[in-house]
């Protein structure tokens, strides 16, 4: 886990080959099928650009009218290939007759694409797990929905993300979050690298950890952690982390530091933290390296199996 913590700039270097690019039919919707880590960067790249008609959908089927359906094209996102949900949406979008291309490392989706004669990239396989292959998921994705500008950005990345300091800063950090629940809080509009920073706490850690967004939280959740004395041990068990973006709207902003007044009143731990970087891509990217080295910091205090997930694939078995 920490060598592909460490070589994960370097993924913003692959360079992605669509098989079959003259079949590609672009629409103006993008439905990218993905679950897991297969669609965190469809998760991203809809937060870097809102404007773009990205639906992320993580469920079987393909469950939309037939009027978005129409202009869509249907991206089916599989690290392993053998992602169930994702096949069964491809298998309906191509009864449909709908313009699809396919993005794995190998396994039953990139066999359905060949199969079936339709566009697809074929990522490296270097052993890594989906959660820590964001870089080459997102340049295939980029390559595939044809966005060649965002393509050459996220090729900075590659010079631009440095471990050392960050690496400094995750050690301090799980030290700091040892033995709490963390609770990763963000805007709306930064919501994606929230939900990387628990997927990454719960695979590469082995613990339980929730994330939500502002300013929806205000209106419900935070009430939970109004701690009484029958109820203040609960509150104890958690740890918030409150991701802040200079860029926010300027009441999310006044909004995220009113509340981390009102839990640390209440003598809850939060801490926060500024997303940095030369521009948003590295700011999001910065913060999710700083994720991952925490995980897998806490990973070793906790004395968890960093790199597998056992339990995901005991899940698979009971279910296939």
């Avoid at 592909?4 to 079959?20: R, T, V």
């Avoid at 989706?109 to 079936?116: D, F, P, T, V």
């Avoid at 997927?199 to 205000?218: D, G, M, V």
Wanted: one cysteine or more; a negative charge.
């Amino acid at each position: 886990m920490e060598e592909a913590i460490k070589n994960f700039p370097q993924q913003f270097l692959y360079e992605p080959e669509i098989i079959n690019a003259d079949k590609l039919q672009r629409k103006e919707i993008f439905i990218v099928l993905g679950m897991g880590g297969s669609h965190l960067a469809a998760d991203l790249l809809a937060a870097y650009k809102p404007d773009m008609d990205i639906i992320v959908h993580s469920d079987y089927g393909l469950p939309f009218p037939e009027t978005v359906l129409q202009n869509a094209f249907v991206i089916a996102s599989s690290y392993s290939g053998n992602t169930e949900e994702v096949l069964d949406g491809l298998k309906i979008a191509l009864e449909k007759k709908l313009p699809a291309a396919a993005i794995a490392i190998g396994g039953k989706l990139i066999e359905e694409a060949k199969k079936n004669n339709i566009p697809y990239v074929q990522m490296p396989d270097t052993g890594i797990q989906p959660r820590s292959a964001l870089g080459f998921s997102l340049r295939g994705l980029l390559k595939i929905m044809g966005d060649e500008k965002t393509l050459a950005e996220t090729k900075k990345l590659a010079a631009l993300l440095s471990s050392e300091e960050v690496e400094k800063s995750a050690k301090e950090l799980s030290a700091k979050l040892r033995g709490f629940v963390p609770v990763i809080y963000a805007s709306r509009r930064n919501a994606a690298i929230a939900y990387n920073w628990k997927i990454k706490l719960n695979e590469t850690s082995k613990i339980p950890a929730f994330c939500n967004f502002l300013p929806e939280l205000n209106h419900n959740e935070m009430t939970g952690f109004d701690a009484t004395d029958t109820t203040e041990k609960l509150s104890r068990a958690f740890h918030f982390i409150i991701l802040k973006d200079s860029s926010d709207h300027p009441q999310n902003i006044k909004r995220s530091s009113v509340l981390a007044k009102l839990y640390r009143d209440r003598g809850l731990e939060v801490t926060e933290m500024e997303l940095t970087g030369q521009d948003r891509l590295h700011k999001i990217f910065s913060s999710l390296q700083l994720a991952d080295w925490t995980a897998y910091y806490l990973s070793l205090i906790y004395g968890t199996e960093a790199e597998q997930v056992p339990m995901v694939e005991e899940f698979k078995k009971l279910i296939a």
